[in-house]
């Protein structure tokens, strides 16, 4: 069996795409990964070399004018591209993890009669979930949608965990620090923005370094490619000193979170689904212009679990305080055994994707 599985965009995208990838490789089947064009995809996909990545064209969907016409456009190279590839690598099912990338790639496998499965990692469903819904087999979305949401009633939606990938593993904190070079004394405070929406968290950084020596952290903030690595030791008023690390990527995600005391983070639900995996305190900042506000969905839901405190990023001066209080032992350990309740919860949602996409049935016999 060789599945075409459709991700890219961002790194919560690609990611789970990765993911259902290895599980197949594991039991034994091919797999394509069909990814955007963007810089992000191609920097995840150079880690994985033994899987098999093709680039798909594709863009957002928006109303302005010029955006529609070149969504349009590259949602039409993406089809025929996809039509090709599917053809060329005898695919026999498709697999699309939503965002602009899928769409072509589920239209072809409508058109060519391929089985189309569907997996949702947002509390929100996207557009181009919405939109391929009515040609795809089963949709899989996050478990606590299905009991709240109006299309959870409907018989082709089933909850579904978000697949990690199998390097995403649980270290001790002395050596996950070990392994990332960074001190072994003090608290450590991690900072991703994603792809989308580091800036704001990088500016917020270099403003409270001395602030957040005060509080004992040492920080790694993640500034997105493009930018330049940089570190600063600060001194507090007790003539401490803390590193404050700013680094463009990061290829151990698992590492950095379990070397951390705190981490700040964007939304995303492959962020949350890691947070969870690591059992990490944190603290969400909703990406504002994320495609219908699904990142504050996202962090409402991990809010209602106990699971996260939400600082909205027009609030950012409340950050601080909240990093504080969450540092606090008993504050710190409630929200813990909250994340390690839901990380009980949740099977491995990549296998069982791995399964359904194999037996080309759902639910499984």
């Known amino acids: 069996m060789r599945v075409l599985i459709a991700c890219g965009g961002t790194g919560g995208h690609v990611a789970p795409g990765i ?16 990814v955007s064009e963007k810089p992000i995809d191609g920097r995840l996909a150079s880690a994985y ?50 965002g602009f990338s899928s769409v072509g790639v589920g239209l072809a ?47 082709k939606f089933f909850p579904m965990a978000y697949p990690l990938r199998r390097d995403f593993k649980i270290m001790e904190m002395g050596e996950a620090r070990a392994f990332l070079g960074v001190e072994r004394w003090g608290k450590l405070l991690a900072v991703t923005g994603g792809s989308q929406g580091a800036n704001v968290l990088r500016r917020w950084v270099l403003d409270n370094e001395r602030n957040l020596a005060e509080l004992g952290f040492h920080c790694i903030c993640l500034v997105g490619l493009g930018c330049e690595r940089e570190s600063r030791q600060i001194e507090n008023s007790k003539g401490e000193r803390y590193a404050m690390e700013y680094v463009p990527f990061c290829d151990s995600m698992h ?23 690591a059992s990490l305190v944190n603290v969400l900042i909703p990406l504002p212009k994320s495609a219908a506000n699904h990142q504050m969905a996202n962090a409402e839901a991990m809010e209602m679990e106990g699971a996260t405190r939400i600082v909205e990023q027009r609030h950012m001066d409340r950050l601080l ?28 949602g990549g296998e069982l994707l791995a399964k359904a996409a194999v037996s080309c049935h759902w639910p499984l016999l």
């Not at 680039?55 to 039509?83: C, D, H, N, Y």
């Not at 181009?128 to 979305?141: D, E, S």
């Not at 590492?255 to 995996?277: F, H, K, M, N, S």
């Open 19 to 34: 993911a259902l990838a290895q599980r197949l490789m594991e039991m034994g089947h091919d797999s394509v990964v069909a």
């Open 49 to 98: 070399g033994n899987i098999n990545f093709h680039p798909i064209p594709g863009s957002g969907f928006a109303l302005e004018p010029v955006a529609l016409v070149k969504f349009l456009v590259a949602t039409a190279r993406g089809f025929f591209a996809a039509i090709r590839l599917m053809r060329k690598e005898k695919c026999q099912v498709a697999v699309a993890f939503g």
């Open 109 to 155: 496998a409508a058109i060519l009669r391929r089985p189309l499965y569907l997996h949702e990692s947002n509390f929100k469903l996207g557009k181009a979930t919405r939109f391929l819904a009515p040609f795809a087999k089963a949709v899989f979305i996050p478990p606590p949608l299905k009991k709240r949401h109006p299309y959870g009633n409907r018989k």
């Open 255 to 277: 590492a950095l979170y379990c070397a951390a005391d705190i981490a700040v983070c964007r939304a995303g639900a492959g962020t949350i689904a890691e947070l969870i995996a």
């Open 321 to 348: 305080c909240a990093i504080g209080e969450l540092s606090d032992g008993a504050s710190c350990e409630k929200m813990r055994m909250n994340l390690r309740r839901l990380r009980s919860m949740g099977e491995d």
